[in-house]
């Protein structure tokens, strides 16, 4: 982020721990149980957020080198995304135009052409059709009428974006990153992949958000590890759109009061969060960029994904203990989100609550929620939805 920014970001902090206050949003707001229950409602939010909307499937880490892929398999819609021969990005449906084959069935490698395990088909990176086995037998096939199926792509600050929707308009990033563009490409997340990991988890999509967007719960759930690092609930939230960032001032921030104001760092007292809508949270921490992503596969299943992306490499053993430490703090805190929310889940559908709670310091939780309502009824209204601006 720019300097100014960092600045006044660390002078609202400091006037929060100094006074014990923290920042409050207007009003509590409620939202009903059904909404994480309901099956047309997810079927709904699939369709609107993770096939009309434009998501993060990866980072260009992922994509070193020209003839370099990856698959995705947590939209619904299979998908193949290629860095071609000429160094172009692409993607496309990872399913084979003879009969339907699941086509490249690696998670990522090189490669100059991806050949269908059915019956052989061979494709090049940039998906045309270059090789059919005993083309004798299908008279004359037009090559170029059978390339692989594209889908919008898009790459900003090494993210990369698909909208998973064949023949769905292209992505506009300037709406997509609404509010932290501006952060982003002054700490642009570069450089090498240490981590891509996944879990299943037994929740809807939204409690897992919930859960990742508010820090109430961290003194209390993660009071045995991480909680006691951070200024408790004291989060800084900034909604922007549908995006939002959020500051959580670690105590040592509080030493900053007595330094001159040069030698100020944000990122070494806080941790900085982005929310890309519809799923994706990512961490800044000092030295390394991790992100989570959300993927519902049922009412109460969703995958979790998460990238960590650094400009260092886990090259010597004190950078190996210190990525081991890093994911097993991941891995303590990650089990207790995942198994709280396997328990909401159980007690939203016990009956008991018509509705949910966020306190006015749960904003950025709540928030979301009221982006998916405005995405589904313009997806209602045939409208793009997507076509985000600042004041939504
Ligand atoms: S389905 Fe791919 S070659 Fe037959
Ligand atoms: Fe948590």
Same mark, same amino acid.
């Given at each position: 982020m720019e300097r100014n920014v960092e600045l006044a970001l660390i002078e609202r902090a400091l006037a929060h721990t100094a006074a014990d206050s923290r920042e409050m949003a207007a009003e509590v707001v409620r939202r009903p149980v059904a909404d994480y229950l309901d099956p047309s409602r997810l079927a709904d939010e699939r369709a609107a957020l993770f096939g009309d909307h434009p998501v993060v499937v990866g980072h260009l880490a992922q994509l070193s080198s020209p003839g370099s892929f990856f698959t995705h398999d947590h939209t619904g819609l299979p998908l193949l995304v290629t860095r071609d021969a000429d160094g172009q990005l692409r993607a496309f449906v990872n399913v084979c135009r003879h009969r339907g084959a699941r086509l490249c069935t690696e998670e990522s490698g090189s490669a100059r052409r991806v050949a269908c395990p059915f019956h052989g088909w061979t494709y090049d990176l940039a998906g045309r059709l270059r090789g059919v086995p005993n083309a004798d037998g299908f008279d004359g096939l037009d090559l170029d009428a059978h390339g692989l199926v594209p889908v919008p792509v898009a790459e900003r600050h090494g993210l990369v974006f698909v909208r998973p929707r064949i023949g769905g308009p292209p992505i506009d990033l300037d709406s997509v990153l609404i509010g932290i563009d501006d952060d982003?490409?002054?700490?642009?997340?570069?450089?090498?992949?240490?981590?891509?990991?996944?879990?299943?988890?037994?929740?809807?999509?939204?409690?897992?958000?919930?859960?990742?967007?508010?820090?109430?719960?961290?003194?209390?759930?993660?009071?045995?590890?991480?909680?006691?690092?951070?200024?408790?609930?004291?989060?800084?939230?900034?909604?922007?759109?549908?995006?939002?960032?959020?500051?959580?001032?670690?105590?040592?921030? *509080? $030493?900053?009061?007595? &330094? !001159?104001?040069?030698? /100020?760092?944000? =990122?070494?007292?806080?941790?900085?969060?982005?929310?890309?809508?519809?799923?994706?949270?990512?961490?800044?921490?000092?030295?390394?960029?991790?992100?989570?992503?959300?993927?519902?596969?049922?009412?109460?299943?969703?995958?979790?994904?998460?990238?960590?992306?650094?400009?260092?490499?886990?090259?010597?053993?004190?950078?190996?203990?210190?990525?081991?430490?890093?994911?097993?703090?991941?891995?303590?805190?990650?089990?207790?989100?995942?198994?709280?929310?396997?328990?909401?889940?159980?007690?939203?559908?016990?009956?008991?609550?018509?509705?949910?709670?966020?306190?006015?310091?749960?904003?950025?939780?709540?928030?979301?929620?009221?982006?998916?309502?405005?995405?589904?009824? *313009? $997806?209602?209204?045939? &409208? !793009?939805?997507?076509? /985000?601006?600042? =004041?939504?």
């Open positions: 982003l490409r002054v700490d642009r997340p570069e450089g090498n992949l240490l981590a891509l990991r996944h879990w299943e988890v037994g929740c809807n999509w939204k409690v897992l958000l919930d859960n990742f967007l508010e820090m109430y719960h961290v003194p209390v759930l993660h009071g045995s590890n991480i909680g006691p690092m951070f200024e408790p609930n004291r989060s800084l939230y900034d909604q922007f759109g549908q995006n939002g960032r959020r500051i959580d001032p670690r105590r040592s921030i *509080r $030493r900053l009061a007595d &330094e !001159p104001r040069e030698d /100020w760092r944000l =990122r070494s007292h806080a941790l900085v969060t982005y929310f890309i809508f519809p799923n994706l949270q990512m961490f800044w921490t000092q030295d390394y960029l991790s992100w989570l992503s959300v993927w519902p596969v049922a009412v109460d299943r969703t995958v979790c994904t998460q990238h960590i992306v650094a400009d260092w490499e886990a090259d010597t053993d004190d950078r190996r203990a210190h990525l081991h430490h890093n994911l097993e703090l991941f891995d303590l805190t990650l089990a207790e989100d995942f198994g709280t929310s396997e328990g909401v889940q159980r007690g939203l559908h016990s009956g008991a609550l018509h509705d949910v709670l966020f306190a006015r310091f749960e904003s950025g939780a709540a928030a979301v929620h009221s982006s998916i309502d405005l995405a589904l009824e *313009r $997806r209602h209204r045939g &409208e !793009p939805v997507d076509a /985000w601006s600042a =004041r939504d």
